[in-house]
């Protein structure tokens, strides 16, 4: 879900214990990027109780790519293209990326260019790379990049850490949000704003000024001011969940959005306010990537571009044509083998 944009890694020694990435505990609640550990008793934890939380560094590098690489790959940002008067926001080449435990081979040479104002999607058989092309962007440690270069607004991304990547202005959203029991909606927000906010160095809001802020985003998303006062996810329903993560971009804002499925499990209602939502977002200066199984997605949200995965490989790329003719022949349409 879209908790990697300002990843609150909070001390253990904080109320509420937060590592990045999954847990082998079973008593903590896991998303692909965040993990809480909620306190025992979650519900007593007045709103001032967060003021100490502060965002810490993983210790693991998940990269065996050496320093020279890294250094040519932001060299050639510099050199690139650009489509019009539009900058270049990210810059995939020849990306190779393997399971982190197994070894095998995943990613097998992706190339990608996004700038400022598109939208990008992206399709594919299941197994095809789609998903975790985008967890490798975020920084998942469950994967490792073994060749190629990612280049974000300038920035070499194997050099930054998940929070440091999502806080540069990179937000993923996932297939199945997961619940945070103990944490409401208005603090989690509310803690990974100002998270941002001191990124960008401007002060932090304190929980009234914050509430006169989120209030009226609530409306973009059709969403009820009680679900802000409700723990994270927790009996959300699919099409909650999913408007749950377009609020938080909302409310975090990002230069690239990464939307992994999010039309799954929605119905004809709620994916009209999601991609009204996702539409009402989009800014010539901010650009959206989603993975997609389906026409329908890319009839609300209209894609500059659509790219064919397989085998760890964009294929093909070209517009909305592509997404015709899978929905009506199926892979085996384009399918280079």
Do not use: W
């Not at 001011?225 to 959300?236: A, C, I, K, P």
Request: with cysteine.
């Amino acid at each position: 879900m879209g908790y990697s944009v300002p990843l609150l890694n909070l001390s253990s020694t904080s109320p509420m214990a937060a590592t990045l990435f999954p847990n082998p505990n079973p008593n903590s609640y896991s998303s692909s990027l965040l993990r809480f550990s909620p306190p025992s008793h979650p519900s007593s934890l007045p709103f001032s109780k967060f003021s100490s939380l502060f965002i810490s560094r993983s210790k693991r590098r998940r990269s065996t790519i050496p320093v020279a690489a890294s250094l040519s790959a932001v060299e050639s940002h510099a050199n690139s293209g650009t489509r019009g008067e539009k900058k270049l926001l990210l810059e995939v080449k020849d990306l190779t990326a393997v399971i982190a435990e197994s070894k095998r081979e995943i990613l097998k040479g992706v190339n990608l260019t996004v700038y400022e104002g598109e939208v990008h999607a992206v399709m594919g058989k299941n197994g095809s790379g789609k998903s975790t092309f985008a967890k490798v962007l975020v920084g998942h440690p469950d994967y490792e990049v073994t060749g190629g270069s990612m280049v974000f607004k300038g920035e070499n991304l194997l050099d930054m850490e998940p929070e440091d990547r999502s806080l540069s202005g990179l937000f993923m959203s996932f297939q199945s949000p997961v619940e945070i029991p103990g944490v409401s909606n208005i603090d989690f927000l509310n803690m990974a704003y100002n998270a941002r906010r001191k990124k960008l160095g401007l002060p932090e809001l304190g929980p009234i000024e914050f509430y006169a802020y989120i209030f009226p985003k609530l409306d973009l998303v059709n969403m009820k001011t009680d679900f802000l006062n409700r723990n994270v996810n927790e009996g959300f329903s699919g099409g909650e969940r999913k408007r749950n993560e377009i609020l938080q971009l909302a409310v975090l804002g990002a230069d690239l959005s990464i939307l992994d499925e999010i039309d799954s499990g929605l119905d004809v209602d709620a994916l009209c306010d999601v991609a009204k939502a996702v539409n009402g977002l989009l800014t010539p200066k901010n650009s959206v990537l989603m993975i997609t199984h389906y026409l329908r997605l890319l009839e609300f949200i209209k894609p500059s571009y659509i790219h064919v995965m397989e085998d760890g490989k964009i294929v093909k790329t070209g517009d909305i044509t592509i997404a015709k003719i899978l929905e009506k022949e199926g892979y085996k349409a384009i399918s280079t083998a």
